[in-house]
């Protein structure tokens, strides 16, 4: 079995400041990670992945995430926020194998402050 | 990558009525999959479709409720069967990567609201 937990529905940060959105996995096999975002009126967009090669793994638009398995965390992060990054982020699980089942955390609304 | 495009983009209907939404991808892919989006909520994997063989279900997904085919390797339809205002949400289809990396390509999802 695996699940996804993502702390905080909704994040409010200022322009410039630091992003830090939190991911929190369980799965019974070494899993694979995802961030996507989700931009309103859209479908998702994979930002970045983690699929057990180096543990902190760079994404697109500055984005970056570390996976630790000691923690069973995968923490997104990025230096300075902008305004553009006003979205939805979802942190997903799967594992390799033959049937790609997917499972998605709650989702996190990220609100960027001028 | 894949580029998917979806059909409608958003529809109003309503209360026990259906609506078909189609799928298309650019190019050809095994598996496709359909998910749901409750508002405010996460993604829900209603079924996978496989390319000549019948659609795979998740648990409280019914075919009744929700018919879906897949004539070739590039298209999929999702009917919403009976809608009630519970069946309002955001439909989107995606489909895996080639290779090992296991993510997915979503289309731009349907918004329906039933009414």
């Known amino acids: 079995a695996q699940s996804v937990t993502q702390l905080g529905s909704h994040v409010s940060v200022s322009e410039g400041a630091l992003v830090l959105l939190r991911c929190n996995y369980s799965?019974?096999?070494?899993?694979?990670l995802f961030w996507y975002v989700q931009y309103p009126n859209q479908g998702l967009q994979l930002l970045l992945k983690y699929t057990s090669a180096a543990t902190l793994v760079k994404g697109i638009n500055g984005f970056e995430a570390e996976f630790k398995k000691s923690e069973t965390s995968f923490h997104l992060t990025k230096p300075s926020a902008h305004m553009s990054d006003a979205a939805e982020y979802f942190c997903?699980?799967?594992?390799?194998?033959?049937?790609?089942?997917?499972?998605f955390g709650t989702g996190t609304k990220l609100q960027v402050i001028p | 990558s894949a580029v998917i495009s979806q059909k409608p983009s958003r529809d109003i209907c309503q209360r026990g009525t259906s609506l078909t939404i189609q799928c298309q991808v650019d190019?050809?892919?095994?598996?496709m999959f359909w998910y749901r989006q409750q508002p405010g909520q996460s993604l829900t994997l209603i079924a996978t479709a496989n390319q000549g063989s019948e659609a795979t279900y998740e648990s409280g997904f019914v075919i009744d409720k929700f018919p879906i085919s897949r004539p070739n390797l590039t298209f999929s339809t999702l009917t919403v069967s009976n809608m009630s205002p519970e069946d309002s949400s955001i439909y989107l289809c995606s489909v895996p990567s080639r290779g090992s990396s296991y993510e997915q390509y979503f289309g731009p999802g349907t918004r329906l609201t039933v009414t």
């Open positions: 799965s019974s096999v070494p899993p694979y």
């Open positions: 997903a699980v799967t594992h390799s194998g033959g049937y790609q089942k997917v499972t």
């Open positions: 190019s050809q892919v095994t598996m």
